[in-house]
Each structure stands twice: as C-alpha cells, then as structure tokens.
C-alpha cells in the first residue's frame, strides 16, 4: 500500500483518519514527516507483534491514547452493551475499530473509508462491512439504523461545508438514543501557543470548527451534549472530542 503515484490535498485527504499529513523527500512518501508508507507502517508492526494503529501510537510518542479516549468514551455511555450497530468515519489503520468491538457487542460495524486499500486491508482483519465512500456522505447507511457514530482524526482536517455534509448525515442515520463521538479543532485549541506550535512546523492539514456552532447544530438536530474533553492529536496539537447522544423522542 504505496502512495507514490498520489499527491497533493488528495493524497492528505486519505491519510486523515490516521491524523497525519504526507509531505515528499524527493520521491519517498512520508509519514507525520517520517519516511514511512503505508506498507512500511504494517510491516514494521507485524514485526513487533503490533496492529499498524499501536505502532502509530508508538512511532508518535503516544502509546496507549486510543484506549484512553476509548475508556472516555465507555464512562460517557456512548460505548456500552446496547451498541450493537456501529458505524465508523475514515477508520483508517483500524485502531479503534478493534477497541470497540472488544467493548460492546457489536453485529454490525460499517465503515467509510475513501482509501481502497485501506478499506480492502480493514475488510481481510476485522468483520467490517466497507461502504462506497464519496467523502461527504454516509449514502449506503439507512436511517436511524446506527447506535455508535465514531471518527478520530478526521473532522479536524474538513473544511466547513464538508463536515457540515457529514453532519447532516449523522443526524440522519443515528438511531434514537444512540451516540456520536468525533474531535474537531476548536478556538481554544488554537490559542496563541498552539497557533505558534503549529506555524513552527511544516504541517498545514487541520481546519478549524466552531464548538458553538458544531454544538447548536446537533442540539437542533435533538442531541444532547454528553460529554466533551480535549486529547493530544496523534502527531501535533490537540483537538476537541464531543459526544453526543440523540434525543429518545428524536424523529
């Protein structure tokens, strides 16, 4: 799984949901600014007896951080013995996918993944079902079919009327009384330190959203916010997780 032949905002579009953007060295791709391709990362973590997502976590100084917001994400109650049916956003090297199937008894676990082979990769390693994904919508979902929409490291790289488009369509497909959990970078993610930190570095990839805004929509939509707390990006910076639950009474 090379990404020679890909460039550009597309080729940093895939690798969103592993919360890292490839910059070139001459012809090599890279990882978060290391010389590392996709079938490098896997490789490397077969080695050592790793899924590539663990590696990552290591690679990047931050072992242990998907569980952390997975045990969050339990004490909130978005992740619990009713979630039987799951649908992930951009799930990428698959990490919290084998996080949640180990925690809920899950039957169903669709994900949308705009890489084929990543997608074709997450297919051969865990009983996922991989949706056509068009980068906007969750179009093969049905309505309020889901109790779990979950994505990391993907809203903070949208623009506005993309994740806008994602958003409508998880009102749209949560079941009531089910959950969505996502990060998006907000205003106080990006005080005048953070904003320093990333101007020091190469990376151009995050786009902010509003909290108030992000918060407003869902609440209209019949969401209640849960719960919301900030973690370490994966490769630099932070970014905002909320969770939310739809409204029992929710049409």
Request: glycine content about 10%; hydrophobic content about 40%; aromatic content about 10%.
């Amino acid at each position: 799984m090379d990404f020679t032949g890909l460039v550009g905002h597309t080729l940093n579009g895939m690798l969103a949901p592993f919360g890292v953007r490839v910059a070139r060295q001459g012809r090599r791709p890279t990882i978060g600014g290391r010389p590392l391709s996709d079938a490098a990362v896997i490789e490397e973590a077969g080695r050592r007896g790793l899924t590539p997502g663990e590696y990552l976590e290591i690679l990047f100084q931050k072992p242990g951080r998907a569980r952390e917001i997975i045990d969050r994400m339990t004490r909130s109650g978005a992740l619990s013995e009713s979630v039987r049916a799951v649908c992930e956003i951009g799930p990428g090297s698959g990490l919290y996918v084998q996080h949640v199937l180990a925690r809920a008894p899950v039957t169903r676990y669709e994900i949308y993944e705009i890489e084929r082979n990543r997608s074709e990769y997450l297919a051969a390693t865990f009983p996922v079902i991989v949706q056509p994904a068009d980068g906007e919508t969750l179009r093969s979902t049905a309505s309020s079919a889901i109790h779990l929409i979950h994505a990391h490291g993907v809203f903070v790289t949208l623009d506005f009327l993309t994740a806008c488009s994602y958003f409508r369509e998880m009102v749209r497909v949560t079941a009531p009384g089910g959950c969505l959990v996502f990060d998006v970078v907000t205003e106080d993610c990006l005080d005048d330190g953070a904003l320093r930190s990333w101007l020091d570095t190469p990376l151009r990839y995050i786009a902010m959203q509003s909290r108030d805004y992000v918060c407003g929509f869902f609440q209209r939509h019949g969401f209640t916010l849960l719960d919301e707390f900030v973690r370490p990006l994966l490769v630099h910076g932070s970014s905002r997780y909320l969770v939310f639950r739809r409204d029992e009474a929710a049409a």
